[in-house]
């Protein structure tokens, strides 16, 4: 069997890849570690808690006493886990670096002393590149992280390079764009935008719209992990893009149309302090190793918007009920918009 550790693997990104990966291979056993911060959720593993070949811990990876035996005895390491969300880490910072970097640094650690380590796969960001005024980020490219997030994440991208360049260590880095699809904790800009519309409120959109992000679904993120686990060169980085270049106000529309809502519902704010105005990525690196999408952009908001719609047993709990996210919203959005 193999073992494969899987970090924040409660979280979005991270629990797509738990289910995608047991249910495409028999002979992995894997193992979730996730800390169950505001965004990690065993609801996002309802149908795979009680799996043969899957174990949930509770645990924080900067905690090296639970994470650090996890990792000596995993043949994979897929590390998910971090803070998340960019408008977060510009009211407090602290996590993200406990979390993004120190929490890499435990792990990473932790590696160089693990005997059967074949992979370890950090998941970084596109943001890591800055924002992109023309053409597409190469992996070669300087990095301009400018917000607390994305120099966070820049920070353990190099620090994960350097355990591999220095120790040995049989690290493999993604760069993807903006993930989409279902289990996205709804501060993001589509589940948030979605669940608004749903219910009738407005959506706040900010600046002036026009700001560029890459839509990637997260089903074509596993893959390319799952592709890179196999075939990824150590000590190599890769790009993970969809190709789907939209403007906020462009997704915003589509969102709306495909609900059937006015665009009416589209409610300026003020803009994200520091806020990157596109991204955009270069991805023949992983292509030459036989990768494309496969979920086309339609088909996949599509189904998202179908998805939120359909299960607001997922949803309603966290916006309705929990009083952090209500007070997170509260703070993020004032008056603005409100929810029910
Ligand atoms: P998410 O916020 O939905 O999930 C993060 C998970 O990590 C949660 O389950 C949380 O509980 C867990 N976690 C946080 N701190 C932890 C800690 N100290 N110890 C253990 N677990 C902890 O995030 P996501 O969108 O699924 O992103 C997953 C990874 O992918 C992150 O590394 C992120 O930087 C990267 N990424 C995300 C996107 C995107 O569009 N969502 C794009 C590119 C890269
Ligand atoms: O590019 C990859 C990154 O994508 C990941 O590394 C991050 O973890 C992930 O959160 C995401 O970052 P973004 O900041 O791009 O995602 P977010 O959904 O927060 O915002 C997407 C765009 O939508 C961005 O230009 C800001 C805008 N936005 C966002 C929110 C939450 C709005 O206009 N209104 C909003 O309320």
Known sequence: MVEVLVTGGAGFIGSNFVRFALSLHDDWRVTTLDKLTYAGRLENLHDVMDHPRHTFVRGDIADAAISGPLVERANVVVHFAAETHVDRSIREAGAFIRTDVEGTFVLLEAARKAPELRRFIQISTDEVYGSVASGASVETDELRPRNPYSASKAGADRLAYSYWATYGVPVVITRASNNYGPYQFPEKVIPLFITNAVDDIPVPLYGDGLNIRDWLHVLDHCRAVDLLIANGRDGEVYNVGGGNELTNLELTHLI?????????????????????????????????????????????????????RDNPWWWRPIKEQDAAFKAYYQSQYGGQVQPS
């Open 256 to 308: 709306l149309d495909t609900l059937g809502k006015p665009r009416a519902l589209i409610r300026p704010v003020a803009d994200r302090q520091g806020h990157d105005r596109r991204y955009s990525l270069d991805t023949g690196k992983l292509r030459g190793l036989g990768w494309a999408p496969q979920v086309a952009f339609s088909d996949g908001l599509r189904e998202a918007v179908a998805w939120y």
